[in-house]
T-cell receptor, first 113, second 110 residues
Framework: NAGVTQTPKFQVLKTGQSMTLQCAQD?????MSWYRQDPGMGLRLIHY???????DQGEVPNGYNVSRSTTEDFPLRLLSAAPSQTSVYFC????????????FGSGTRLTVV | RKEVEQDPGPFNVPEGATVAFNCTYS??????FFWYRQDCRKEPKLLMS???SGNEDGRFTAQLNRASQYISLLIRDSKLSDSATYLC???????????FGAGTTVTVRA
């Protein structure tokens, strides 16, 4: 049982490039989400999904796209990378409404130069 | 005002000491409360849920004060391995989304 798997672990992009951060969970969790973590600001929600085919925006969605075609996968796309998107990105999943807490992936450290 | 606020610390304590810190939340409709632990450059991991009556897990004790809208975490007999950032996390009623505090850093020294 792998839990939540994120790839890649590290990535350097040039401004204007696009890429997809991958997230997969094998716990049959209905809820999945993407956060970014910046120093002193805590975790901020980018996008989330309450099930396959359903996604919604969090508090910092600009510059990012998501889709949820299966229960297991929830990729995050950076459309045109900017230095302000340099951050650590975490994917998380939960089996129900937040009262069960989240399981996090190990994170992706992204640098945009 | 942030939904969840924490004293960033750092709290520097010697091994064996007791350390305690609080977190305040602004939404009175909040339903579920958690403490997460995050080690440097690692993902957050659930430390414990916080129940209305308060609860213990080994050396860790969590309390909830709904009237004043804060939760607390107390660590007894601190170990070097307790050095980490502790995140306060709050969930609103009927909501999947969790709100995270920015974290309290604890450093336990030998």
């Amino acid at each position: 049982n792998a839990g939540v798997t994120q790839t890649p672990k590290f990535q350097v992009l040039k401004t204007g490039q696009s890429m997809t951060l991958q997230c997969a969970q094998d716990m049959n969790h209905e809820y999945m989400s993407w956060y970014r973590q910046d120093p002193g600001m805590g975790l901020r929600l980018i996008h989330y999904s309450v099930g396959a085919g359903i996604t919604d925006q969090g508090e910092v969605p600009n510059g990012y796209n998501v889709s949820r075609s299966t229960t297991e996968d929830f990729p995050l796309r950076l459309l045109s990378a900017a230095p302000s998107q340099t951050s650590v990105y975490f994917c998380a999943s939960s089996k129900g409404q937040g009262r069960y807490g989240y399981t996090f992936g190990s994170g992706t450290r992204l640098t945009v130069v | 005002r942030k939904e969840v606020e924490q004293d960033p610390g750092p709290f520097n304590v010697p091994e064996g000491a007791t350390v305690a810190f609080n977190c305040t939340y602004s939404n009175s409709a909040s339903q579920s409360f958690f403490w997460y632990r995050q080690d440097c450059r690692k993902e957050p991991k659930l430390l414990m849920s916080v129940y209305s009556s308060g609860n213990e897990d080994g050396r860790f004790t969590a309390q909830l004060n709904r009237a004043s809208q804060y939760i607390s975490l107390l660590i007894r007999d601190s170990k070097l391995s307790d050095s980490a950032t502790y995140l306060c996390v709050v969930n609103r009623v009927n909501d999947y989304k969790l709100s995270f505090g920015a974290g309290t850093t604890v450093t336990v020294r030998a």
